[in-house]
């Protein structure tokens, strides 16, 4: 059997949503039976290499500390958001199915979801072929499975890894079970940039599903002044700030967590920060109704006069 994303609800081909996402949607909407329960979901967005996989693998053995059940799914078709979890690339939902040639009775947990550090559970979601089909697909297909086979009754903490900053119907479709979005930015042009894009994104979702912004982690950033001024100007809140040390770079490269890392006081630091942001996330951040700028206005606000 092969992928046929016009029968799957490829946003490329789908039909017209029922319900608009924003002007203009062609979104495919999540079917009510797959809505993900009692556990607590968040998306993790941000521009390409910023570094969602890094916060959300972290994060997750965060939430494990303060004794959290946790699933972290990725989202991205090169199915790394968990390797620093596992240590290796497990396979992905699209690899188990096609492996079957989709059919789903034929799938039992262990085939695509793999214990990780602290216990997270981690699911690759993986993607159709470049220029094929609809990461929406993925993630509605992934999510049936963890249902079908009562993965997420237990389960505490969702947190799904988004790829890049791409904001089509496809990769914006966590935001369809997600409670709230966090962005990952720098202090930079192009990070806020693409954050302001993101923002747009989650507040056409809102209009229709519960997601909202949760709020903005500083990534590989000294300071933090255009952030906290773009913050400041479009109604969002920073939760977090992490620098960029090395350490974070090694941790990647001998495919750990910070947490198993050898102690330093800057890494301790760093740990601080991330059960401090898991405890503040799990308490409950409030939704922020942002307001994102226009393109010119934001390339206009943005960088010095």
């Given at each position: 059997?092969?992928?046929d994303?016009?029968?799957a609800?490829?946003?490329g081909?789908?039909?017209?949503?029922?319900?608009?996402?924003?002007?203009?949607s062609?979104?495919?909407?999540?079917d009510?039976?797959?809505k993900?329960?009692?556990?607590?979901?968040?998306?993790?967005?941000?521009k390409?290499?910023?570094?969602?996989s890094?916060?959300?693998s972290?994060?997750?053995?965060?939430?494990?500390?303060?004794?959290?059940?946790?699933?972290?799914i990725g989202?991205?078709?090169?199915?790394?958001?968990t390797?620093?979890?596992?240590?290796?690339?497990?396979?992905t939902?699209?690899?188990?199915?096609?492996?079957?040639?989709?059919?789903?009775?034929?799938?039992?947990?262990?085939?695509?979801?793999y214990?990780?550090?602290?216990?997270?559970m981690?699911?690759?979601?993986g993607?159709?072929p470049?220029?094929t089909?609809?990461?929406?697909y993925v993630?509605?297909?992934?999510?049936?499975?963890?249902?079908?086979?009562?993965?997420?009754d237990?389960?505490?903490v969702v947190i799904?890894?988004?790829?890049?900053?791409v904001?089509?119907?496809?990769?914006?479709a966590?935001?369809q079970?997600?409670?709230?979005?966090v962005?990952?930015?720098?202090?930079?042009f192009?990070?806020?940039?693409?954050?302001?894009?993101?923002?747009?994104?989650?507040?056409a979702k809102?209009?229709?599903?519960?997601?909202?912004?949760?709020?903005?982690?500083?990534?590989?950033?000294?300071?933090?002044d255009?952030?906290?001024?773009?913050?400041?100007a479009?109604?969002l809140?920073?939760?977090?700030?992490?620098p960029?040390l090395d350490?974070?770079?090694?941790?990647?490269?001998?495919?750990?967590?910070?947490?198993e890392?050898d102690?330093?006081?800057?890494?301790?630091?760093?740990?601080?920060e991330?059960?401090r942001?898991?405890a503040?996330?799990w308490a409950?951040?409030?939704g922020?109704?942002a307001?994102?700028?226009?393109?010119?206005?934001?390339?206009?606000?943005?960088?010095f006069?």
């Open positions: 059997m092969t992928l994303l016009k029968t609800g490829g946003c081909s789908c039909a017209t949503a029922e319900r608009g996402d924003g002007d203009g062609v979104q495919v909407h999540l009510p039976r797959l993900i329960g009692t556990a607590k979901v968040f998306a993790v967005y941000g390409g290499g910023i570094g969602k890094t916060t959300s972290n994060l997750s053995v965060a939430f494990t500390k303060l004794g959290k059940r946790v699933l972290q989202c991205d078709p090169k199915h790394d958001s390797f620093t979890l596992t240590k290796r690339l497990v396979p939902v699209i690899d188990v199915l096609q492996s079957v040639d989709f059919h789903t009775e034929e799938l039992r947990p262990e085939d695509y979801v214990e990780g550090t602290g216990g997270v981690c699911v690759e979601a993607g159709p470049a220029g089909g609809c990461g929406g993630v509605g297909q992934t999510v049936k499975l963890l249902k079908e086979h009562h993965l997420l237990d389960t505490d799904f890894d988004v790829l890049g900053d904001v089509c119907g496809g990769f914006a966590p935001l079970h997600a409670d709230r979005a962005i990952v930015t720098a202090n930079d192009d990070s806020i940039f693409a954050m302001n894009r993101i923002v747009a994104a989650i507040e809102a209009k229709n599903y519960g997601v909202r912004v949760g709020g903005v982690i500083a990534n590989r950033s000294a300071g933090t255009e952030i906290d001024r773009f913050c400041a479009t109604g809140e920073r939760l977090a700030h992490f960029d350490a974070i770079r090694r941790s990647r490269l001998k495919k750990a967590t910070l947490f890392m102690e330093t006081p800057e890494l301790a630091a760093v740990k601080a991330y059960m942001l898991a503040r996330l409950g951040t409030e922020k109704k307001t994102p700028m226009q393109d010119r206005e934001i390339f206009d606000f943005l960088g006069q």
